[in-house]
């Protein structure tokens, strides 16, 4: 099995900014595509960025310009750096990760959720 565990959710002032880190461990033979997603109360879950193991990214149009998914594939390790954060940004974020464990077939995972929470 893989596990995928989310870092570095808390509270922020408006404009201030938070680093979210997610980590793969397990069983991990290749680690295909990588987003961040987020749920905020009352809302559907939506994706905030997408990173593809050739390093090509995607951002919803809310968060272009203020926020940066990068990946180490050495580590398997997904981070999302959010800057400029807005009350609107307040939600659950969500690692999600593309896995190939043993060779051949390809499996979705999620993370727990870390907590963003952003003051006015």
């Known amino acids: 099995q893989v596990q995928l565990v989310e870092s570095g959710g808390g509270l922020v002032q408006a404009g201030g900014s938070l680093r979210l880190s997610c980590a793969a461990s397990?069983?991990?033979?290749?680690?295909?595509?990588m987003g961040w997603y987020r749920q905020a109360p009352g809302k559907q879950r939506e994706l905030v960025a997408g990173?593809?193991?050739?390093?090509?990214?995607g951002y919803a149009d809310s968060v272009k310009g203020r926020f940066t998914i990068s990946r180490d594939n050495a580590k398997n390790t997904a981070y999302l750096q959010m800057n400029s954060l807005k009350p609107e940004d307040t939600a659950v974020y969500y690692c999600n990760a593309r896995v190939v464990p043993y060779h051949t077939d390809e499996y979705e995972f999620w993370g727990q959720g870390t907590r963003v929470t952003v003051s006015s």
């Open positions: 397990g069983r991990i033979f290749r680690m295909n595509d």
């Open positions: 990173i593809t193991s050739g390093g090509r990214i």
